[in-house]
């Protein structure tokens, strides 16, 4: 079943559009990674799909209800969370604040949430009360996720999780990643890191100029030979 | 009031609203063309009256030098009370901007804001230096001879009007000139103009000494107008704020605007002054209060509705960096 | 010396509370308010407003407590007056800051707008109230209490203390405790991502404003009590507000409280030297230091 669909999204920031008639379809419980050079629109694609930018054409629809142009805290609410890629925690907050803070649309009693978060990062816990601004990036690349986690999303958007960490981190984070998918977490995953990106999707797509290029099964364009030979370094 | 009355009030109005024009140009350099947050005009102001009061009067002696005290006093002539003014408001300006113009531009605010207020308190409490909250008195006046007392203004308002004038034409020649484009650059986007911080802050540096050495020239001309100055006339009101007004009224970024938001804001002050003559006897003390009430009120209007001012920026010289 | 230090921290509490409020709406809309200082006048005139006026009116008794200079009055202006500015400064951020917001207009037009409203709560005053010192109960004989180490000191400056501490712990366990204020120091942190949180920002803009507001206003009304009223009371509390929010770290509290007091005792400690006109310049001169030696503040990462 297809959960969110983006279709002929034309948008841009100022005057000059980003992307041209872009359009992307997430399944229920499926990864899909976007790819391709810098510059190539994807992190606004994910912006739109949020409601941060508001596209000039096209719609975006949650399962079956359309949500184009929603505010971010009304589309929180229908079940999309967003990791933007820098600035993605509350520094000055606690661990365990952060956390509370990705629950503020929440009034139920959200603690169980809480504490299936601290088992999926198991390293969080013991440093609940510890200040985001000191955790290394690794950790607070975790914190960020926990914090879209808590809202029990049913599609998560991360803009290049793996961006600026250490190499054996990256692979701490993929792993998080597809422990989370397991849970049956839908996702669209921007990622720089492209090869690793398309081995965990079921689905991938190279976008280019703001424009989508291919579009394929994960192993399907990690077999292509043009896009390794263009966007996944050879 | 018969005509001559009238004629001569006229005139006056015109001397100051000039003296401010010049305010006006200094602050456009700073803010205007580089963005600079300087909202201690007023402490400018003041050095700039005081450097020529100290400059051009002789030190007292004898029985008067028990009533006035001062640091020195060198009896030269107007030109050389203008130059020491623009030049020690240079000096002051270098000195705030060493430790505010690499951080925000808040910082310089709140620094020209201390400076100016601290300059009044040091001219009120150090009598030694310029005979405390009394001031100083019997400023000359150039071309004083030339002719009768009575009709003396006409003189001045032509040499406020000239030296404004050549004011103008020199920062137009250095808005036009390569300096010129670098500022603006500056103003817009400090990364576009492909410099290094230091570079930056040089620039930024050259326009507030140049700017504040418009201003203390402005200053200089008020106290040879007034011919006495004490602390209390440099106010952050009558020193600083009006002129904020008149800059942004004309529009800042704009020579002409500068000029004519100062003759406008001072005739709409000078026409409120007869209104606020019509209150009732009880209100008639604190009608200086109502009337930078509305100014300031004007000021929001501005902010809000129409920040470019009357003639907004000029577009000439940004084509050229686009 | 004893002597000035308790007087600076005194002085330094009253400075802390606006100095708060200031890092407090510094930290999260990024612009200079240069109308703080006016709401710490507002605050105290509108308790005068409020003693000598309403509650007068009213009939509440003209009463003092023990050996304090004040009584009933007070006590049930100090709230009003606090809720009052801080609905003043709400209502400027709605009249006009939030309409600069919106039409993107940079920090230095809101700082610009600020200095306007700065004067427009001070001309509003002196027009009402006139340019004259006013007390709370003129006339009053304030004995001071003699305490250890020869330390003379009114009850109302030790009350001033209290009270002091008392908003301070209060807007702490706010801060820490409840979910509007662990949203403010939220939105403070990083506004972008409080707003993909869901957090509604502008109420908690209105929130800063209040809080803000109303703890200027409280400082105004002690040193209203502690010394007395002048229209350009407030003005005179600018520089040393921006100086203590500096050194303490803009956008942190804690660290415009430890400023507060360490300008407040800097400037009392130096009227053993100098004029005590000259305060206000010592306030200005720590300032320039800290910006020359650590810009960012006690609490600043370089």
Redesign the interface.
Known sequence: MIILKAEDITVGYTEVDILHDVGIRVKSGEIVSIIGPNGAGKSTLLKTI?G?LKPRNGSVTLKDEDITGLN??KI??KGIS?V?QV???????TIQ?NL???A??RDDDYSQRIDEVYDLFTVLRERKKQKVGHLSGGQRQMVAMG?ALMLDPQVLLLDEPSAGLAPVLVSDIFEKIMEINATGVAMIIVEQNAREALKMAHHGYVLAMGRNVLDDKGEALLANEEVGRLYLGG | MEIGGIIAYLVSLAIMAGIYAVFCLGLNIQWGYT?L?N?GIAGFFCIGAYATALITTPKPTGMYAHYVQQIFGLNLPFIFGLLGAAIICGVIAFLIG???L??????L???T???A??FR??F??EHWLANGPRGLMGLPQPLQGLVDPRHYNYIYLIVVVIIMVLIYLSIERAIRSPWGRVLRAVREDEVSAGMSGKDIFRFKMQSLVFGAMVMGIGGALYAHYTKAISPDVFT??YGT?II?VML?AGGSGNNKGAILGAYVVWGIWIGAKFMTDFLPYT?K??AP??R??LV??L??II??YR?QGLLGEEKKVSKLIE | MAELIVYGIVLGSIISLGAIGLSLVYGILR??N?AHGDFLTAGAYVALFMVTGVLSWIGIPDNTFGSLSFGWRMVIAFPISMVVVGCVAIALDRI?YR??RQ?G?G???L???S???A??IR??I??IW?ADSLFYRPGLMRPALEVPLGIKIRPDQILILFVVLFLVVLLHLFLKKT?MG??M??T???M?????????TERIIIWTWGIGGALAAAGGILYGIDVQLHPYMG?NF??PL?AAT?LGTIGNIYGALIGGLTIGIAQQVSTAFL?P??K??VA?II??LI??IR?KGIFGKE
């Open positions: 949020f941060i971010p805290d929180a609410r967003y933007p600035e993605n925690v509350f520094p000055s907050m604040e509370e803070m990705g503020f649309i914090r | 963005g947050f909202i060493i430790p505010t690499k951080l925000g531009e808040d910082y605010a709140i620094a804001l201390g400076i207020e601290t308190l040091i009120n409490n952050p009101l704020f904020w942004m209100l003390a604190r209060y109502i930078f009430l300031m009120i000021l929001e902010l809000i920040p | 612009f200079a240069f006009l309409k600069l039409k207009s920090a230095v037009m700082a610009m707008s200095l306007g409203a004067f427009i001309m509003i002196l027009i006139g979910k662990k949203a120091r939220a403070a942190d990083n972008e991502l409080a707003l993909i949180s869901g957090i509604n003005w600018l520089i921006f500096i004029l006109t000259y206000l310049a200005f300032m320039i910006l020359l810009p």
